[in-house]
């Protein structure tokens, strides 16, 4: 069974970088897009974020992130990066990966933005 895996989040302090990742444990993600999505403390599932695409045109991002996010995965396509930049104490969330057209979701993984 295909399952996606999330490392990377923790403590960081207002400014600071993260990096995330997304491990596809059936190396299909160089063939579906992928999408990046934040649950904020107190907000509910349906009240996920959208933060970000990787697609095979490209990259889009929320404008809540655009110029501090980037988004990207490996050149053998089995995982997904979201390199956070200037990080906010409003980036505090559950971060999640995504495949859409599979319905596969990450674990999730805390970013705590915070001094």
């Known amino acids: 069974q295909v399952q996606l895996t999330q490392s990377g989040g923790g403590l960081v302090q207002p400014g600071g970088s993260l990096r995330l990742s997304c491990a596809d444990s059936?190396?299909?993600?160089?063939?579906?897009?992928l999408k990046w999505y934040r649950q904020a403390p107190g907000k509910e599932r349906e009240e996920r974020e959208w933060?970000?695409?990787?697609?095979?045109?490209?990259?889009s991002y929320a404008d809540s992130v655009l110029g501090r996010f980037t988004a990207s995965r490996n050149s053998a396509g089995s995982t997904a990066y979201l390199q956070m930049d200037s990080l906010k104490a409003e980036d505090t969330a559950v971060y999640y990966c995504?495949?859409?057209?599979?319905?596969?979701w990450g674990q999730g993984t805390q970013v705590i933005v915070s001094s």
């Open positions: 995504n495949v859409p057209n599979l319905n596969l």
């Open positions: 933060v970000a695409d990787i697609s095979h045109t490209g990259t």
């Open positions: 059936g190396s299909m993600l160089a063939y579906y897009d």
